[in-house]
């Protein structure tokens, strides 16, 4: 499979120049060609397991570039852990991605990708890949990235402390991570990080490049567990399938739509907003305006300008009329994100997080649209415990942090505290190799 820019037709690009140069002329990468795998997937044994499903698909995503030997080290390498299909009844079934070494969906793309890039690296110079990160985003990076061979993980986070991060793995200490304080926002970060990819000198002296999501080597393999989830249910479902799906920054809608185009037999995403509803005007055929985002009870959804709009736009442009026939925009707001996680844990015994919450409360709040034998994969992206609080308020249950997830709240003090200047940026790097 090759590559483009969504911003100009420029020759398409390999897997791997794709993930390393990042952000191509100012745009973004999108497969240039898509692959129909449905004869595979579509017969795929429904007991086979995450890393099996990896080790047989990529091989075919990446034709030329991965052959089978290398994919089962990729998939051995990135996952000793998987996706969990859960049946809630014949017309939910609630797909959980937060079993990762973060509680996060976010450690699928990002473990694939540290291992590929291990895996494509292990014969050059070697890489350097700059974040931004805050919460759980840095977490999962430095998770994924922590002791691969060639690889220095620098990551660029807002004021306030950074968890989850063993000053074993510093850089100073004989390891490869490099955590800088950036003394501006959350957007300085990641305007710091488009900078030093574009800044092209010392982007090719260091190999320089991104595990956030504008990299398509990190939000390819998110499309994976969408056909796995189908494999799982394929054989219980009588009528149509859909999927649910939290929708903030939105690269797991596009995941899922190129696992659609690459023939998994699906008939509507629905993109589940909270009340700042980025995209909602502009799903529905008006105007795209970034406002101020505002806080909710599902923050990783408090999003007001997200990150992948030009790969979603770039589907639209492609067939506006069966893109508005495939993604289903829905506005969640508190009360009913609430009173949806207690309807969950009242009527299944199953406690999910807000985001979880607010997909759920979309797909009820849509079903008039589907037919009544449809089926709803909800996708909970991440682990309920992490939002204690709100499931608390929602449910009166108490749950506890898992002892591995308890472990990533220790802070750790930056290596170096920067203004927002790429300069000051280049300066702290230099300073620690």
């Keep these: 499979m090759l590559f483009k820019s969504t911003n100009s037709d420029t020759s398409p690009v390999s897997f791997k120049e794709a993930v390393l140069r990042c952000l191509p002329d100012g745009g973004l990468y999108v497969p240039a060609s898509l692959l129909d795998l449905r004869q595979f997937f579509v017969y795929m044994n429904s007991g086979a397991t995450y890393p ?3 080790s047989a698909i990529a091989p075919l995503l990446l034709q030329g570039e991965m052959n089978p030997y290398s994919a089962s080290r990729v998939a051995e390498s990135a996952f000793n852990f998987e996706p969990e299909l859960v049946p809630l009844d014949d017309h939910y079934s609630l797909l959980t991605l937060y ?16 291992a590929v890039l291990e895996e494509l690296l292990k014969h050059s110079a070697g890489a350097m890949v700059i974040s931004a990160g805050r919460g759980d985003t840095g977490v999962s990076i430095a998770s994924a990235f922590a002791r691969r061979r060639g690889i220095t993980n620098v ?3 807002p004021p306030g ?3 989850g991060l063993k000053p074993a793995d510093f850089v100073p200490n004989g390891g490869n991570v490099i955590p800088i304080q950036v003394r501006g926002t959350f957007d300085d970060c990641q305007n710091l990080v488009k900078a030093v990819i574009n800044d092209r000198p010392f982007a090719e002296r260091y190999g320089v490049t991104c595990a956030n999501a504008i990299n398509i080597g990190r939000l390819l393999p998110q499309a994976l567990y969408y056909l796995y989830a189908f494999i799982k249910v394929k054989k219980q479902i009588q009528g149509d399938l859909i999927f649910s799906v939290p929708s903030g920054n939105f690269g797991n809608l596009i995941a899922g739509l190129y696992a659609w185009k690459f023939g998994m037999p699906v008939n509507g995403f629905i993109a589940a907003m909270n009340g700042n509803e980025p995209f909602g005007s502009w799903l529905r055929g008006g105007r795209f305006v970034p406002r101020p985002a505002v806080s909710t009870k599902s923050p990783a959804l408090d999003i007001s300008s997200p990150a992948n709009f030009e790969r979603l736009a770039a589907f639209y442009q492609e067939s506006p009329v069966v893109m508005r026939n495939m993604v289903y925009p829905a506005a969640v707001d ?3 994100t609430l009173a949806a996680m207690e309807k969950v844990w009242r009527q299944y015994q199953v406690i999910i997080d807000p985001h979880a919450a607010v997909a759920f409360a979309a797909a009820e709040q849509l079903s008039e ?3 009544p034998s449809s089926h709803v994969v909800v996708l909970a992206t991440g682990h309920p415990a992490k939002e204690s609080q709100t499931v608390l308020e929602a449910t009166g249950q108490h749950i506890k942090m898992p002892h591995g997830l308890a472990l990533l709240h220790e802070p750790a003090d930056p290596i170096a505290i ?3 200047d790429l300069t000051a940026l280049e300066g ?3 300073s620690c190799l």
């Design 369 to 371: 649209n589907f037919d």
């Design 418 to 420: 920067i203004k927002p």
């Design 161 to 163: 402390p950074i968890r």
């Design 52 to 54: 099996e499903l990896v």
């Design 99 to 114: 079993n990762g070494p973060t509680g996060v969906f976010k450690d699928f793309g990002v473990a694939f990708l540290a």
């Design 428 to 430: 702290a790097i230099a």
């Design 334 to 336: 508190d009360r009913a």
């Design 155 to 157: 990551i660029l986070y």
